[in-house]
């Protein structure tokens, strides 16, 4: 199966309250420029048949529930989401080698024709520092954690891992090119950091080893959504040339 050349590297956070709000904005973008990714939020409250409609617009979607479970529950949601045809979906790490096994195994089982979404794992949140994680009772800093958990997620067979940007050239060193690194907190130089605490530009972030990155906010909330993903596409080829 062809896991991540192709395709465009951005993906477009659509953290919107609604499907009105989240197909107006998709309207407003195109296919070759941009992948999208549905959370909590819109998912709770549009349901599979949002995905469908995103399909429909000619958008690969990365279903980004952070599923975080026992493996009985964990394999069950990525099957489920599996039968929708999503190209992405993920599990938190801190659930265990055991519990990414099992997902990896459900996707597997009901991969058809060699296709099956791809299954990566959240090492550490973007909007954490080391002082967030040591309030959690962490004892690591962030760069430990997020390795241990990386490492973790690489021994289970996933495909890849959400994290930073920071971490993402040590990922691609220590697991190889075809471990993704998919990095949210991605902030063009001008933009309000929001949340987000471990941050970078499109173009430093690819320089140092993302192979995807998520960009919400800065797309989302822009009067001219399409205009600021060309310019990312541009950094992020400058960054690659
Ligand atoms: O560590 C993580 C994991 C997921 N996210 C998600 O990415 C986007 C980022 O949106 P911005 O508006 O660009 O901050 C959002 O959907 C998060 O749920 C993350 O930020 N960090």
């Given at each position: 199966m062809s896991l991540i050349s192709s395709g465009p590297r951005v993906i477009v956070a659509l953290?919107?309250?609604?499907a009105d709000a989240a197909l107006s904005l998709a309207s407003r973008l195109n296919p070759s420029q941009c992948r999208l990714k549905v959370g909590f939020e819109l998912f709770v409250s549009a349901g599979p048949a949002l995905i469908e409609r995103l399909h429909a617009l000619g958008f690969q979607v990365f279903?980004?529930?952070?599923f975080h479970d026992i493996p009985n529950t964990v394999a069950g949601a990525c099957r489920a989401a599996a039968r929708l045809g999503v190209w992405m979906v993920n599990v938190h790490a801190s659930g265990g080698r055991p519990m990414m096994e099992t997902a990896r195994e459900a996707l597997e089982s009901v991969a058809t024709s060699g296709q099956r979404p791809l299954l990566i794992a959240v090492t550490v949140l973007t909007s954490m520092d080391d002082g967030d994680l040591a309030g959690c009772g962490v004892t690591r800093t962030v760069a430990e954690q997020a390795h241990y958990l990386a490492t973790l997620t690489h021994e289970a067979g996933l495909d890849g891992v959400v994290c930073s940007a920071h971490e993402a050239g040590a990922f691609r060193t220590a697991f190889g090119e075809r471990f993704l690194r998919v990095t949210p907190g991605i902030r063009p130089a001008d933009a309000a950091l929001g949340d987000q605490k471990r941050v970078m530009t499109p173009g430093a972030a690819m320089g140092l080893g993302s192979s995807h990155l998520v960009i919400g906010r800065p797309v989302t909330q822009a009067q001219d959504p399409g205009a600021v993903l060309t310019a990312v596409n541009r950094e992020i080829a400058d960054a690659l040339a």
């Open positions: 953290d919107f309250p609604d279903l980004d529930l952070k």
